[in-house]
């Protein structure tokens, strides 16, 4: 089974407004509001690939519990801690073709509710094949608290696939524990490096990766949106290309990179397989309005068309 991880979901509520007004009100019928954060857009994906999908993380108040009750809709399994206080709202106003958005900083957690949360990751050790960890952390939680999570998941054997930024990635990479895949884009891994690249010198990229900061990482998959990706499995470097498609909305493609990863890797795929797939799944996402979603027929037209090339 794949366990996802996400400690600060959300629910996603999007307005559409022919023109925002400010100072007065304004008014719309057109509203979606879905259960949101990184870990959670993995989860659907494999479930839409019909992977064997756990969601784990933690939830709180009557926003927590619209949340499982969503999850509990798509059948798709979920174990989360209950936290005192109320998970966050993240709004976005869709209007003027602007996109302004309100983002709430959400819980904080305590450190009793900490505690629940590593035993309850113990607990799914047992039972998960591969780990995907997403997004950010929630306040309350120290900023090693991935690092802590990675280490109980080699102790038990079971690998970690990291999609996160900003000081968790960090203390992350710092230690001697190990994710075994990360998924930075091109502007994380910048920001990571404090070092600008450009895409006609795509090399200058593959030697930032021989970095020692990123030794012992089995698989690193720098994405690219439209321009594919670069990967680097061991020692080996792939440049992976990907056809133009006609994109809808591209949020959560990163995201559905991860469950496309975290499937093949169940599927026992090859490296050049597992490449394929998860640019598949990440154009798949792209292909379609709602966030974390994928149709097979797309994944499976997208996997015959992805092209991998060692580098
Ligand atoms: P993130 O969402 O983390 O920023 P990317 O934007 O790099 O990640 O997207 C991840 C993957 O999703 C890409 O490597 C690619 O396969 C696919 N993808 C993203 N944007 C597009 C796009 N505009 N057209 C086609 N595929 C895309």
Redesign the pocket.
């Known amino acids: 089974m794949i366990v996802t991880v996400t400690m600060n979901p959300s629910i996603d509520i999007s307005y559409s407004l022919d023109r925002l007004n400010i100072n007065t009100v304004n008014r719309t019928n057109q509203v979606t509001k879905t259960a949101g954060g990184k870990g959670l857009n993995v989860a659907r994906v494999i479930h839409d690939l019909q992977g064997d999908v756990l969601a784990t993380g933690m939830l709180g108040g009557i926003h927590g519990a619209f949340i499982t009750s969503e999850l509990e809709k798509a059948e798709i399994k979920h174990d989360f801690v209950t936290i005192k206080e109320e998970t966050r709202n993240s709004i976005a106003v869709l209007h003027e073709g602007n996109q302004t958005e309100i983002l709430e900083s959400g819980p904080i957690v305590s450190e009793d509710e900490q505690a629940k949360f590593s035993d309850k990751f113990r607990e799914l050790l047992d039972l998960a094949e591969i780990i995907t960890i997403s997004g950010s952390l929630p306040k309350g939680l120290p900023h090693d608290f991935y690092q802590q999570l990675v280490q109980a998941a080699q102790a038990h054997g079971v690998k970690v696939l990291l999609d996160t930024s900003g000081v968790s990635l960090e203390k992350v990479l710092s230690s001697q524990n190990k994710p075994y895949m990360i998924k930075p884009?091109l502007e994380e891994l910048e920001n990571l490096l404090e070092k600008t690249f450009s895409l006609e010198h795509l090399e200058d990229i593959q030697l930032a990766l021989v970095e020692p900061l990123f030794k012992g990482i089995e698989w690193i998959i720098v994405?690219?949106?439209?321009e594919?990706?670069i990967a680097k499995h061991r020692d080996m470097f792939y440049r992976v290309t990907?056809p133009e498609?006609n994109?809808l909305n591209?949020v959560?493609?990163?995201d559905?990179?991860i469950a496309g990863f975290a499937y093949a890797m169940t599927k026992k795929l090859n490296p050049y397989e597992i490449l394929r797939m998860c640019?598949a799944t990440?154009?798949a996402?792209?292909r379609e309005r709602i966030t974390g979603h994928v149709d097979l027929a797309n994944v499976k037209n997208y996997f015959s068309k992805v092209e991998v090339k060692k580098s």
Do not use: E
């Open positions: 884009n994405s690219l949106g439209k594919g990706a990907i498609i994109v591209p959560g493609s990163g559905a990179t640019m990440g154009m996402n792209a």
